[in-house]
């Protein structure tokens, strides 16, 4: 299995500009999740799902932050508007309800705001 | 979760056993332990987890105490390849509830 896929692998924005992070989870994983990681707040989960449906989206920052699922092989992670404040490297993992102690992370995007 | 703590660097030589202490004085009886590590700049990665007694994988070995409140995640020969981030994290094992709360962790540098 090639793992997690994670696209684009660095992005480079400006203020105020839409950003949309993409992932894709090992095939037969229902558990996907997101995480941010900065110097300042380490690694935070964000928000995940289990067979598509969002199940604890507390970590998500404010609503300038949006996840979706749309099937089994893809999700997304989207900032509208982008904040410099947002730069980070941003995670997304998976894993299965069997072996659920051991999640799988993809490589990460590494997000910058100017 | 049960809140962990762990120091925030080590060293060791390389070839020698690396052991790392992790404290989790409130941890419940239904919580497991597990470690994760994180080389620079990659994701993290799962190491091993346990309940009670100790466990051991190819990659590590967990020593739990009795009392279960603290535990050592043991690399028996250290490589310079394992120089990274050990995460010690607490949660119930239940097959509804997936969140995994990372805090600071250990920096382990292992010297040549």
Not at chain 1, 7 to 19: D, F
Not at chain 1, 33 to 58: A, C, H, K
């Amino acid at each position: 299995d090639a793992g997690v896929i994670q696209s684009p692998r660095h992005e480079v924005t400006e203020m105020g500009q839409e950003v949309t992070l993409r992932c894709k989870p090992i095939s037969g994983h229902d558990y996907l999740f997101w995480y941010r990681q900065t110097m300042m707040r380490g690694l935070e989960l964000l928000i995940y799902f289990n067979n598509n449906v969002p199940i604890d989206d507390s970590g998500m920052p404010e609503d300038r932050f949006s996840a979706k699922m749309p099937n089994a092989s893809f999700s997304t992670l989207k900032i509208q508007p982008s904040e410099p404040r947002d730069s980070a490297v941003y995670f997304c993992a998976s894993s299965s309800s069997d072996r659920n102690y051991e999640q799988y992370f993809g490589p990460g995007t590494r997000l910058t705001v100017t | 979760d049960a809140k962990t703590t762990q120091p925030p660097s080590m060293d060791c030589a390389e070839g020698r056993a690396a052991n790392l202490p992790c404290n989790h004085s409130t941890i419940s009886g239904n919580e497991y332990v597990y470690w994760y590590r994180q080389i620079h700049s990659q994701g993290p990665q799962y190491i091993i987890h346990g309940l009670k007694n100790n466990e051991t994988n190819e990659m590590a070995s967990l020593i739990i105490t009795e009392d279960r409140k603290s535990s050592t995640l043991i690399l028996p020969h250290a490589t310079l390849r394992d120089t990274a981030v050990y995460y010690c994290i607490v949660r119930m094992f239940s097959g509804g509830y997936q969140k995994v709360t990372f805090g600071t962790g250990t920096k382990l540098q292992v010297i040549p």
